[in-house]
């Protein structure tokens, strides 16, 4: 090797240890820094049981074509949910949880539809009404820019940051698949997709959540959770006209739940519930 083939290689060299220090400097300076270092609970990822059908609560069906009150004329003429006693064997309860969420194994919620004809028939679980994650007994109101107001939206919080989501399903092997429709702190709505459900028994099933999901802020709060908005049981056209019976059970996120904090970090609370100053009156 010359000495001029040596001179380009180090410099080529150096050129690629500086670009991968300033990407390293970026990373480094990506997150929110406080005069404190977290501890080892900056990376907490952990299995979150989200809903396990113990407790009944307002979810919902519908689907599409849409039921017809003319029992001749409708397009779908059995749409029932229930809950259910039973649930998968290979499902072990939770031997603790914060909520107490998972601790039981006892029931399941079960759908029951028929199509009257084949073709691209959806069927749509929608949940209970939205309510903080954290909090079951106060109630989340989102903008709704068609009414201009606030409503309370038919939704499950999904805490942290999450990187997965699973559930459990019992099918019956029919042609549908499912889908979990997911919505950003934007309003934008994201499809994930679970896959065919033409399968016998229980099995869990799951789904990753895109890199491309925007979950969080370069300001305080960082997070900026997700939240399911339906489930939809989606036919393929090979998908007969029949009775179906399919059921869902522990519902549970792969999430971060790590939030920055730092002196200081409520006090937006506290100027909410302020006096004006005597020029802002």
């Known amino acids: 090797m010359t000495n001029k083939h040596k001179f380009l290689m180090m410099t080529f060299s150096a050129f690629i240890v500086v670009v991968i220090g300033l990407l390293g400097y970026n990373n480094a300076n990506s997150k929110i820094i406080t005069n404190i270092e977290p501890d080892i609970s900056a990376e907490e990822w952990k299995a979150v049981v989200i809903e396990d059908f113990e407790k009944p609560l307002d979810w919902s069906l519908d689907s599409v074509p849409k039921k017809n009150t003319e029992p001749k004329k409708d397009p779908t ?28 194994k006892k029931t399941c919620l079960g759908i029951h539809f028929k199509f009257r004809y084949p073709g691209y028939n959806s069927i ?18 989102t903008y709704d820019s068609r009414t201009g107001k606030e409503i309370q939206e038919k939704a499950i919080q999904l805490p ?7 559930v459990w399903f019992h099918g019956r092997g029919n042609d549908y698949n499912l889908e979990c429709w997911i919505k950003d702190h934007i ?12 399968f016998v028994g229980w099995r869990p099933l799951k789904a990753y959540i895109p890199k491309y999901v925007p979950q969080k ?46 002196d200081g970090q409520d006090l937006h609370k506290s100027f909410e519930q302020g006096t004006l100053a005597p020029e802002e009156k």
């Open 77 to 104: 003429p059995v749409l029932k949910l229930k809950y259910i006693q039973g649930g998968p064997s290979a499902l072990r309860p939770e031997r603790w949880t914060a909520d107490k969420r998972g601790m039981e």
């Open 124 to 141: 749509h679980l929608l949940p209970p009404l939205e309510v903080s994650w954290d909090d079951p007994n106060k109630k989340v109101l």
């Open 160 to 166: 942290g940051r999450v990187k997965a989501i699973s």
């Open 187 to 198: 309003g934008e709505v994201h499809i994930l997709k679970f896959g065919s459900l033409n």
């Open 217 to 262: 802020m370069e300001s305080y709060p960082m997070t900026r959770g997700l939240k399911i908005v339906r489930f939809v049981i989606r036919s393929t056209p090979d998908a007969k006209p029949v009775d179906v019976y399919m059921f869902f059970d522990q519902l549970k996120a792969l999430t971060d739940t790590y939030e920055v904090s730092f």
